[in-house]
């Protein structure tokens, strides 16, 4: 059985499916604009947490990021959580960015991620 969460975001009033990112939680993939990328179970968690925050318009600390990731985790995680954390949004910066998808710093220990639109594969 397959489980999938699709957020799509809509443009000028239109939907375009290039918009919409999926996320197979099973299969702990993500794709969007016909591009899919395995992650490992925590860059999957973090990227799920990243993009329904991005398509809130919430920024997010790196602690909420470390709980969001440890979160099962009886003792929060290891001393170097937010170490972690930082080094998966340095490797989604560079995984993203050709489906336009950005992390951004915004202020010292804030993080948001912007969705642009995919224009290149709207015009199929």
């Given at each position: 059985?397959?489980?999938s969460?699709a957020?799509?975001r809509r443009?000028?009033r239109?939907?375009?499916?290039a918009?919409?990112?999926e996320f197979?939680?099973?299969?702990q993939?993500?794709w969007?604009?016909?591009?899919?990328?395995?992650?490992?179970?925590?860059?999957?968690?973090?990227?799920l947490v990243m993009?329904?925050?991005a398509a809130?318009?919430?920024?997010?600390?790196?602690?909420?990021l470390?709980?969001?990731?440890?979160?099962?985790?009886?003792?929060?995680g290891?001393?170097?959580?937010s170490?972690?954390?930082r080094?998966h949004?340095?490797r989604?910066?560079?995984?993203?960015?050709?489906?336009?998808m950005?992390v951004i710093r915004?202020r010292q220990?804030?993080?948001?991620?912007?969705?642009?639109?995919?224009l290149?594969?709207?015009a199929a």
């Amino acid at each position: 059985m397959a489980v999938s969460v699709a957020i799509t975001r809509r443009h000028n009033r239109r939907h375009d499916a290039a918009d919409r990112i999926e996320f197979a939680v099973l299969e702990q993939t993500i794709w969007r604009g016909g591009n899919s990328f395995f992650m490992s179970p925590q860059q999957f968690r973090l990227a799920l947490v990243m993009t329904v925050a991005a398509a809130n318009r919430i920024s997010l600390t790196t602690d909420e990021l470390v709980d969001a990731l440890y979160a099962d985790d009886i003792d929060g995680g290891p001393d170097t959580a937010s170490i972690i954390v930082r080094k998966h949004i340095w490797r989604f910066r560079m995984v993203f960015r050709p489906l336009g998808m950005t992390v951004i710093r915004e202020r010292q220990n804030f993080y948001r991620m912007s969705i642009e639109p995919m224009l290149g594969a709207i015009a199929a």
